[in-house]
């Protein structure tokens, strides 16, 4: 039977009124619209309680008292990796037996979800500080400023694996259907590295990465591709390169070169992937590529020039565009890493 709709306070004050006109129960019903049954029930409760308001509902007690739920509230928020049986010891040691359940719903109850920790880069102190600095130095700088950036670095594609997910909708006992799985490998070349730029015009060059990078080959990529994809982006005199502090990245050779080209270096705060917006672009890559489910690497690296190609340059601009709001993430956070 399907849930009726509660009445409205001002609709059971009506009743009683009715009633004490010395109206009677169908006449109430019939004038409101209201089933008999409801119209009696309100008014005997009426009687009872001299009250319509909803009354507290019977039910079970909770199994864990207030002071219980503040001990183990208190004890996830100094320490979150602690676990539900810790807590039901916990508790069993203060004499209350409860079930691992309860402790969830009771925890839920309080906003506190179990949730799989997030991965992120290790923070030392001198990260932290460091962040902070470029976050705080760079934070009212004009948007026209990070539009003259053009951002880089490296991401690693697998053709069978963890970037390569994606929802289905089965049936039950459908998941090893072959149409519901991803498959697998266990050995071998199943990835590449790409090396890639951009800027809040668009997409720049995407160059395969053959071999493992090294300072030398890092420096020939960038001698071959740099300028040229500025020269593409129509980039404004004086533009800015981003890179990060990965020791390739800074050989004396890179340095020299660099220095030698007139270029103008962004200088990069240590563990520091949440502010190069680059990043959710490598993201966006992936699940293009995902979708298009490569069967073999070759078939992996066209897919992965043609799809970086096609990404809209309005992706690349609102990326650069609301890049303050990272630094202000960064500054909220008190310098540790945010959700970008």
Same mark, same amino acid.
């Given at each position: 039977?399907?849930?009726?709709?509660?009445?409205?306070?001002?609709?059971?004050?009506?009743?009683?009124?009715?009633?004490?006109?010395?109206?009677?129960?169908?006449?109430?019903?019939?004038?409101?619209?209201?089933?008999?049954?409801?119209?009696?029930?309100?008014?005997?409760?009426?009687?009872?309680?001299?009250?319509?308001?909803?009354?507290?509902?019977?039910?079970?007690?909770?199994?864990?008292?207030?002071?219980?739920?503040?001990?183990?509230?208190?004890?996830?928020?100094?320490?979150?990796?602690?676990?539900?049986?810790?807590?039901?010891?916990?508790?069993?040691?203060?004499?209350?037996?409860?079930?691992?359940?309860?402790?969830?719903?009771?925890?839920?109850?309080?906003g506190l979800k179990s949730?799989?920790?997030?991965?992120?880069?290790?923070?030392?102190?001198?990260?932290?500080?460091?962040?902070?600095?470029?976050?705080?130095?760079?934070?009212?700088?004009?948007?026209?400023?990070?539009?003259?950036?053009?951002?880089? @670095?490296?991401?690693? &594609? /697998?053709?069978?694996?963890?970037?390569?997910?994606? $929802? +289905?909708?089965? =049936?039950?006992?459908?998941?090893?259907?072959?149409?519901?799985?991803?498959?697998?490998?266990?050995?071998?070349?199943?990835?590449?590295?790409?090396?890639?730029?951009?800027?809040?015009?668009?997409?720049?060059?995407?160059?395969s990465v053959k071999e493992?990078?090294?300072?030398?080959?890092?420096?020939?990529?960038?001698?071959?591709?740099?300028?040229?994809?500025?020269?593409?982006?129509?980039?404004?005199?004086?533009?800015?390169?981003?890179?990060?502090?990965?020791?390739?990245?800074?050989?004396?050779?890179?340095?020299?070169?660099?220095?030698?080209?007139?270029?103008?270096?962004?200088?990069?705060?240590?563990?520091?992937? @949440?502010?190069?917006? &680059? /990043?959710?672009?490598?993201?966006?890559?992936?699940? $293009? +590529?995902?979708? =298009?489910?490569?069967?073999?690497?070759?078939?992996?690296?066209?897919?992965?020039?043609?799809?970086?190609?096609?990404?809209?340059?309005?992706?690349?601009?609102?990326?650069?565009?609301?890049?303050?709001?990272?630094?202000?993430?960064?500054?909220?956070?008190?310098?540790?890493?945010?959700?970008?």
């Amino acid at each position: 039977m399907a849930k009726t709709k509660e009445l409205s306070k001002d609709t059971r004050n009506k009743i009683v009124d009715l009633h004490q006109a010395g109206k009677t129960e169908s006449a109430i019903g019939k004038q409101l619209g209201v089933k008999k049954s409801t119209v009696g029930a309100i008014i005997r409760k009426w009687k009872t309680y001299k009250t319509t308001d909803n009354l507290p509902r019977s039910g079970a007690p909770r199994k864990i008292s207030p002071r219980g739920v503040k001990m183990i509230t208190r004890t996830v928020s100094k320490n979150p990796r602690t676990t539900r049986g810790d807590l039901v010891n916990d508790l069993q040691r203060a004499g209350t037996k409860v079930t691992k359940a309860t402790i969830s719903n009771t925890l839920r109850r309080q906003g506190l979800k179990s949730c799989s920790a997030r991965r992120v880069p290790l923070l030392k102190p001198v990260h932290v500080r460091a962040r902070l600095k470029f976050a705080r130095e760079h934070l009212n700088d004009p948007e026209e400023d990070w539009e003259n950036v053009i951002w880089s @670095d490296e991401t690693k &594609i /697998e053709l069978f694996g963890k970037n390569s997910t994606c $929802r +289905v909708w089965r =049936r039950k006992n459908a998941e090893l259907h072959p149409k519901n799985t991803i498959p697998t490998v266990k050995h071998g070349d199943g990835n590449i590295m790409l090396w890639g730029c951009f800027s809040a015009k668009g997409p720049g060059r995407l160059i395969s990465v053959k071999e493992r990078m090294n300072g030398a080959m890092y420096h020939e990529i960038l001698s071959k591709n740099l300028l040229p994809s500025a020269r593409a982006l129509k980039m404004k005199r004086g533009w800015v390169f981003q890179h990060d502090n990965d020791p390739k990245h800074t050989t004396r050779a890179t340095k020299e070169w660099l220095c030698k080209k007139h270029f103008k270096v962004l200088e990069w705060p240590s563990q520091s992937p @949440d502010l190069n917006p &680059i /990043e959710n672009l490598w993201r966006e890559l992936k699940i $293009r +590529v995902a979708q =298009r489910q490569p069967q073999n690497i070759t078939a992996l690296e066209e897919i992965c020039m043609e799809e970086w190609a096609k990404l809209p340059a309005t992706v690349c601009k609102n990326l650069v565009a609301t890049y303050r709001k990272r630094l202000t993430s960064v500054i909220a956070n008190k310098g540790y890493i945010t959700k970008y």
